[in-house]
């Protein structure tokens, strides 16, 4: 736990926080206008998530090279939160577009 300094460990972990409030506030809007596409939304920033939390577990162990397969997980979910993060905001444009008039 020594890897940080302590403004660096407040730094991390309330971003990790803020993350989550912000998962759920997507979510919560998504219930109240019953847009589906903000639900996807909030579950696609989960890997992201997931990402932040092996950051701070690697850290929180002083970087052990017995827990480097974390960092490879850390980076794998980066990877597939930045797609899916894509997606969902693909989903939100689309979902934002004018319907086409059908003749």
């Known amino acids: 736990m020594h890897a940080l300094s302590i403004p660096t460990w407040i730094i991390h972990v309330s971003s990790v926080v803020e993350w989550i409030a912000a998962i759920w506030l997507i979510w919560t809007y998504g219930e109240v206008t019953q847009n589906r596409a903000w639900w ?6 989960l890997p992201a ?11 929180y162990f002083d970087n052990s090279p017995a827990l480097e397969w974390i ?8 990877l597939f939160g930045n797609f899916t993060l894509w997606a969902a905001a693909w989903w939100i444009w689309r979902s934002a577009q004018p319907e086409k008039i059908k003749d």
């Open 40 to 45: 996807a939304l909030s579950a696609a920033m």
């Open 49 to 59: 998530l997931v990402s932040a939390m092996c950051a701070c577990t690697w850290h």
């Open 71 to 78: 960092v490879t997980l850390q980076a794998a979910m980066t």
